[in-house]
T-cell receptor, first 112, second 111 residues
């Protein structure tokens, strides 16, 4: 079975630009969560979606937004990029949100 | 104060050593205590979890939770070079959907 997939693998942007990151959950999983992992730190929760609705939001500015599609895949959007947004962005899927979360390999975003 | 504090390491041990990885937390509402392993350039993978206080053993790994002192431990027996990774503790409230991660401890097991 395919695990959680994320695209792109790497991305380089400049300050002020916009970025869209994509995630496909494990087949049958209806919940997707997004985490930001800055180098040397643990992942920080950004959003969780279940059945296409936002079910949780972490302490991130409004520049961060996400959505979940009918096929349960998800996009994370970040506007007006800052240098501090450089991080590994992880997507995790789970059956329905409260149980085990399976992580993808992440998208490494570098903001110059 | 962070909700979860983790010994930062890095930790370097010889093959076969017993490894102790530790976290403390401040939120008494945490009920589930996960340990994730993250290899370089990979996403975290769930190693094991415990519910409330007590011990749980899985092969060479033992997770221990002491809710009275808000202390979480992961022990690795007979450590192997393949155990070299970053270990993240991640407690969760029962009603919460998100995980709260520690900063991770980088472990290197030398052959």
């Amino acid at each position: 079975d395919a695990g959680v997939t994320q695209s792109p693998t790497h991305l380089i942007k400049t300050r002020g630009q916009h970025v869209t990151l994509r995630c496909s959950p494990i087949s049958g999983h209806k919940s997707v969560s997004w985490y930001q992992q800055v180098l040397g730190q643990g992942p920080q929760f950004i959003f969780q979606y279940y059945e296409k609705e936002e079910r949780g939001r972490g302490n991130f500015p409004d520049r961060f937004s996400a959505r979940q599609f009918p096929n349960y895949s998800s996009e994370l959007n970040v506007n007006a990029l800052l240098l501090g947004d450089s991080a590994l962005y992880l997507c995790a899927s789970s059956l329905w949100g409260y149980n085990e979360q399976f992580f993808g390999p992440g998208t490494r975003l570098t903001v110059l | 104060q962070k909700e979860v504090e983790q010994d930062p390491g890095p930790l370097s041990v010889p093959e076969g050593a017993i490894v102790s990885l530790n976290c403390t937390y401040s939120n008494s509402a945490f009920q589930y205590f996960m340990w994730y392993r993250q290899y370089s350039r990979k996403g975290p993978e769930l190693l094991m979890y415990t519910y409330s206080s007590g011990n749980k053993e899985d092969g060479r790994f033992t997770a221990q939770v002491d809710k009275s002192s808000k202390y979480i431990s992961l022990f690795i027996r007979d450590s192997q070079p393949s155990d070299s990774a970053t270990y993240l503790c991640a407690p969760r409230r029962g009603s919460a959907r998100q995980l709260t991660f520690g900063s991770g401890t980088q472990l290197t097991v030398l052959p």
